[in-house]
């Protein structure tokens, strides 16, 4: 199992940015695969996930900013950053899920495979 974050970077407060996780050794039929982020001191919270079977969650604060979406001809899951803010200044985490739920809740501790991290910073 391998997940590979890339996309991060410096934008002004209002900007957007692309988040892709490419990820190899299993498929999304018997997983869940989600977006985490851990800014400095702070522990690590979900922030969007695709569940087994499809349905997406998001947290509140991204509502309605933040949309993923998954390629699977790519083998890709993408986190499409809008309207950014600087709280969303954080290292992001793509990870897929320990089990086969389809209820899964996104929350770090369901998640047990991890890519490396990407590092967004949002200027104000």
């Known amino acids: 199992v391998q997940l590979q974050a890339s996309g991060g970077g410096l934008v002004q407060a209002g900007g957007s940015l692309r988040l892709s996780c490419a990820y190899s050794?299993?498929?999304?039929?018997?997983?869940?695969i989600g977006w985490f982020r851990q800014a400095p001191g702070k522990d690590r919270e979900g922030v969007s996930c695709?569940?087994?079977?499809?349905?997406?969650v998001y947290a509140d604060s991204v509502k309605g900013r933040f949309t993923i979406s998954r390629d699977n001809a790519k083998n890709t899951v993408y986190l499409q950053m809008n309207s950014l803010k600087p709280e969303d200044t954080a290292i992001y985490y793509c990870?897929?899920?320990?089990?086969?739920?389809?209820?899964?809740?996104?929350?770090?501790?369901?998640?047990?495979?991890w890519g490396q991290g990407t590092l967004v910073t949002v200027s104000s």
């Open positions: 695709i569940r087994r079977g499809g349905a997406t």
């Open positions: 990870a897929r899920s320990r089990g086969s739920s389809y209820y899964l809740a996104c929350t770090a501790s369901n998640f047990g495979f």
């Open positions: 050794g299993f498929t999304l039929d018997y997983s869940s």
